[in-house]
């Protein structure tokens, strides 16, 4: 019985999370810290007693394990969501948009520093240059790379940024670009302008050097030659 009400309730929260209550919210998460055991009452308990999500979250592990059915392990739990909820708030705060070229590059900088392997990562944008989201491709290998394109065409469906900036590291000790950067840039110009979306830049980390493609004048280049061969197909 137990398996078949969790199955329905997770099910909702995948279909449309806006529909549950705060105690099914706090419901599906117990189903994962009191794994065979009705959990209902126990979500009913926590907002009983603290109020609201806010107060749930935010309180300290000795109050929450005191709360009847929650214990050491839910407790410990609940703790933890709010550790990562801190984090999260904090990077956010700390974390401004690219708005130039020089914020950028110090961000990629940052962001590639601590690989030994190259990497292509896609920054989906906003309209006022926030990343909303980040992925990282990796090779497995520290000299190729190369990028996943459905899965960067099922991230622009998902995303739905204004912009997008490709970047990737190079462990040669020089951000120069080879062939196989240019072509790769050149079919991303092509997919994302498909997809209503702009391709921002497409820059190459090596070290704290970096090359970028729209400050070398490649990028309008590609986006020049893509237009006139669309406008030709008409």
Do not use: W
């Amino acid at each position: 019985m137990h398996e078949g009400h969790r199955k329905r309730m997770i099910d909702k929260l995948l279909s449309d999370p806006n529909v549950l209550s705060d105690h099914e919210l706090l419901e599906i998460l117990l189903f994962y810290a009191i794994p065979r055991k009705n959990v209902n009452e126990t979500a009913h308990n926590l907002l009983d007693a603290l109020g609201n999500l806010q107060n749930v979250f935010s309180c300290d592990h000795e109050s929450l394990a005191d709360i009847d059915g929650i214990g050491d392990r839910s407790a410990a739990l609940f703790v933890l969501i709010n550790q990562i909820n801190e984090r999260i708030a904090n990077s956010a705060k700390k974390q401004e948009p690219l708005i130039n070229y020089e914020i950028t590059r110090k961000y990629l900088i940052d962001s590639f520093r601590p690989l030994n392997e190259e990497n292509f990562l896609a920054l989906y944008l906003d309209k006022r240059r926030n990343v909303q989201f980040r992925r990282k491709f990796s090779s497995h290998s520290p000299h190729m790379v190369s990028i996943d394109l459905s899965e960067l065409q099922k991230g622009l469906a998902r995303q739905k940024p204004y912009s997008v900036i490709i970047a990737h590291n190079h462990l040669s000790g020089s951000p120069l670009p080879s062939f196989f950067d240019d072509e790769t840039t050149e079919k991303l110009t092509a997919i994302l302008r498909l997809n209503n979306v702009i391709l921002d830049d497409h820059i190459i980390v090596a070290g704290n050097q970096t090359y970028s493609y729209r400050q070398a004048g490649k990028l309008e280049k590609y986006k020049r030659n893509l237009s006139l061969y669309l406008s030709d197909k008409k």
